[in-house]
């Protein structure tokens, strides 16, 4: 079959047409062929991957899932496009029969989202993640949810039915003026704490399920030193926190594809990464010092929802 061409980034007939804007993002509609992909690497520990969208309007610099674009164009505009998987629950229906037909007694784990933010701002009219939140219900599954966005408030309803729910919720970190550096294009930080603590304080633990609650700090930002023992006071809402260096330097593929933006916004901050008094072990040490009681993970073992 051959590739498809999306309008707008192709010099050839575009078989994929710019279905709407939506604010600056050229959104495309596309039916999947399978919603419920194989997980691997740091999330192995899981069944299954969801990702409603491919493409993600936040656009962090430093996201290792422009490396999947379709082509070089994509990538280099990464967050002003998304395509979305107009079929998702149809087929999420379907493979989840089939997954209970092989596996009667056997709870799915699954890990929305691995490439994509499933709620970032198009989902507020989509609602593509919210239809599978209702096709999952009633299989199941063990779930967690990655995302940095507000916008999961609006799902609370269902998010208190499931038994085996994680939210981790990314925010990495406690200064917006770095966040802004790093990820203009996202929800403030005040924004991302107030949806974990609407979260946690509107479910009513008689008649709902009061989801595990992280903060993922992955990787690891700069907070300046004027906001850092507020942030670590903050992330006490968590039961967990997960911390991951910025992109170690080794030659794994996912390093190689860190994008030159955010590199150059990293040596902005070297001076943080660098000290001995911040950077990662200072940081992680804050974290262990100054909150008793929560879990601090680091890299793939803080991803999995036990
Ligand atoms: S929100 Fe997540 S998936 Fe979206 S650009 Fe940022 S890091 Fe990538």
């Known amino acids: 079959m051959s590739k498809a061409q999306y309008e707008g980034y192709t010099d050839q007939a575009a078989t994929k047409l710019v279905r709407e804007k939506f604010g600056d993002t050229n959104v495309y509609a596309q039916n999947a062929k399978s919603i419920l992909t194989k997980a691997s690497g740091f999330i192995a520990a899981y069944d299954f991957t969801i990702n409603p969208y491919r493409g993600c309007q936040y656009g962090c610099s430093y996201c290792y899932a422009a490396a999947f674009s379709p082509n070089n164009k994509m990538r280099h505009d990464w967050g002003k496009w998304v395509i979305f998987k107009e079929n998702s629950a149809d087929i999420l229906e379907k493979e989840l029969e089939n997954w209970y037909r092989k596996n009667p007694h056997l709870s799915p784990k699954i890990y929305m989202s691995s490439v994509t933010d499933p709620y970032q701002p198009l989902e507020s009219k989509l609602q593509l993640t919210r239809r599978l939140l209702e096709v999952m219900l009633p299989y199941r599954p063990v779930l967690v949810i990655q995302t940095r966005s507000p916008i999961i408030t609006r799902d609370i309803d269902y998010l208190q039915r499931f038994q085996h729910l994680r939210i981790n919720m990314s925010i990495p970190s406690g200064s917006e003026v770095v966040r802004k550096d790093f990820e203009p294009r996202s929800p403030s930080i005040k924004a991302r704490f107030n949806a974990i603590y609407k ?14 609650l992280s903060v993922t700090i992955t990787p690891l930002l700069p907070t300046l030193p004027t906001d850092e023992s507020d942030f670590i006071q903050k992330l006490a809402i968590a039961d967990r926190v997960v911390i991951q260096d910025f992109h170690p330097s080794d030659q794994r593929s996912l390093v190689a594809s860190t994008r030159q933006e955010a590199k150059e916004i990293k040596n902005k901050y070297a001076w943080w990464y660098d000290s001995k008094h911040f950077g990662y072990l200072q940081f992680k040490e804050k974290l262990v ?18």
Not at 199 to 212: E, R, W, Y
Not at 289 to 306: D, M, N, R, V
């Open 289 to 306: 010092s100054q909150l008793p009681g929560i879990e601090i993970k680091e890299g793939k073992a803080g991803f999995t929802y036990e």
């Open 199 to 212: 979260i946690k304080h509107s479910i009513d633990s008689l008649k709902g399920f009061v989801p595990k």
